[in-house]
């Protein structure tokens, strides 16, 4: 009687060594494809707050009054809150601004540890 009851765990424990061997091999050729790789949302995060950098600073010069002197003042209270934004994510941004009489002329620099962005573009008040 003891023989039996040593073949019947002899069997379960191969039966678990085999069904865990199956299961370990499946996974290593499932498991490379079954990752999402989220490494390009995190890597976009520079250049999404890039851009919404650049249209907000088109978007202040085209809703300030020249002639008031507003267009100074806002540039100035912008640039000091974006560059402090970026500092807070871990970015070092530049932001340059030259004000003319019929134009803005922008200049700004985005660096972070994977990347740097560069932009020069002008805006009609």
Do not use: C, H, W
Not at 86 to 115: C, H, P, Q, W
């Amino acid at each position: 009687m003891l023989s039996l009851s040593s073949k019947k765990a002899q069997f379960f424990i191969l039966t678990t060594v085999v069904i865990i061997g199956v299961f370990y091999t499946l996974s290593k050729y499932i498991n490379p494809y079954a990752f999402i790789d989220t490494s390009r949302a995190a890597s976009g995060s520079e250049t999404f707050f890039f851009d919404n950098v650049k249209e907000k600073a088109i978007k202040t010069v085209k809703i300030s009054l020249p002639d008031d002197g507003n267009l100074t003042a806002n540039l100035r209270d912008y640039k000091i809150f974006v560059e402090k934004m970026a500092s807070d994510k871990g970015y070092n941004l530049n932001f340059n601004y030259n004000v003319s009489s019929t134009k803005v002329d922008f200049d700004m620099i985005l660096m972070s540890e994977r990347m740097t962005l560069k932009s020069n573009f002008t805006v009609a008040p």
